[in-house]
């Protein structure tokens, strides 16, 4: 994760982009705040690198709410402990960090109402990857992960025999498997997005061809908790129709934000045509670049600190401000 981009530094965490997904291209439309039938036992998040690192953090922090989590190259909950030189240290690369520090913050937060009783990780699904050739994640550092879940009881399925780079493996879309250059999917035959849906929600679906709307609302706080003011937002046809139907939440990788990349990422990375079969609406929140290094000048998700101490917590401001995104869509609290 040299920051999980090319080249180490402050160059925080890896990334995804991309143009072309099979199928129909998703309409675009905006909307401010539409409102949808959410079913509450059906939310789910995943994400790449910096942003496998958040979805683990929301996950905990909303484990009462979230059913399950996939995290593509990152390491285990609260692994930086609100410091950058950790973050690109102990939490990168081929670090063993130790886990009994991260288990008793984890469970401080817990006992002090920060996050969510531990106990609702009990039987959670998790799926964690880590590909072969990644050199910016260790498997030291995806196995940190697998056991910090299985200590709260979660269902953790490692994943970690395939043949590629520090990206997001897909079917077609991005460059060559074994490359590691933009837009850090790699088009390998091998469904990631399918993957995680499988594990986090369990039985039959088909592949579809992403014939619903991409679209984009607003996200409240967004410009204290350093996110664009929009994230984009894929609706199936059924779920624009009232059917009752769950939420993904994908967490981007660094440089990998709609300030950079557009659509990219919404477009590409494999979860649309899944949610149509699914039924489930797939929010792809944005993070903002820092004009003032070092903050985070690559657009990130906050899994260091860079915004608030509590960023790990339901009082960290991305978090909240995500979790204000689906509430919104739910036109209620979740």
């Given amino acids: 994760m040299n920051t999980l981009l090319p080249s180490p530094l402050p160059t925080l965490l890896l990334a995804l982009i991309l143009l072309a997904a099979c199928g129909k291209p998703a309409e675009t439309t905006t909307d401010s ?7 509450a036992n059906a939310i789910s998040v995943s994400g790449v690198s910096a942003g496998a690192y958040m979805a683990g953090q929301f996950h905990i922090a909303h484990s009462a709410l979230v059913r399950g989590a996939g995290l593509v190259a990152g390491g ?3 692994c930086a402990r609100g410091s950058m030189q950790t973050a690109l240290g102990e939490c990168t690369k081929a670090s063993t960090p130790s886990l ?12 002090a109402g920060r996050i969510d009783p531990l106990t609702h990780l009990e039987g959670s699904p998790v799926w964690l990857f880590r590909a072969t050739a990644d050199e910016a994640m260790g498997l030291s550092l995806n196995r940190a992960a697998a056991e910090f879940y299985r200590h709260f009881g979660a269902k953790a399925l490692e994943v970690t025999d395939v043949d590629t780079v520090h990206g997001l493996p897909t079917t077609v ?8 250059a933009p837009p850090y999917l790699n088009a390998c035959s091998y469904d990631a997005a399918g993957e995680i849906l499988s594990t986090l929600h369990g039985g039959e ?23 664009l003011p929009e994230a984009y937002l894929y609706v199936p046809e059924a779920c624009a129709d009232g059917e009752s139907c769950g939420v993904h939440v994908f967490f981007h990788g660094c440089q990998q934000s709609s300030e950079l990349v557009g659509d990219a990422v919404a477009r590409g990375a494999g979860f649309n045509e ?15 670049s820092s004009k003032f ?35 919104n869509l739910a036109g209620k609290t979740l």
Avoid: H
């Avoid at 705040?33 to 079913?39: A, G, K, L, T, V």
């Avoid at 899994?303 to 995500?322: C, E, H, K, P, S």
């Fill in 274 to 288: 899944w949610a149509d079969t699914r039924r489930l609406l797939v929010l792809y929140p944005q993070a903002k």
């Fill in 173 to 180: 879309s991005g460059v060559a498997c074994d490359e590691f």
């Fill in 100 to 111: 009994e520090p991260l288990l008793a913050a984890a469970e401080a937060n817990a006992n």
């Fill in 33 to 39: 705040m539409p409102q949808y039938s959410i079913d």
């Fill in 205 to 227: 679906a088909k592949r579809g061809s992403a014939t619903g709307k991409l679209g984009a609302v607003e996200v409240p706080g967004a410009d204290e908790a350093e996110l």
């Fill in 293 to 327: 290094a070092p903050m985070n000048p690559l657009g990130c998700f906050d899994w260091w600190g860079y915004t608030n101490a509590d960023y790990a917590t339901r009082d960290g401001l991305q978090i909240r401000a995500v979790k204000a995104v689906l509430d």
């Fill in 76 to 78: 285990p909950y609260g």
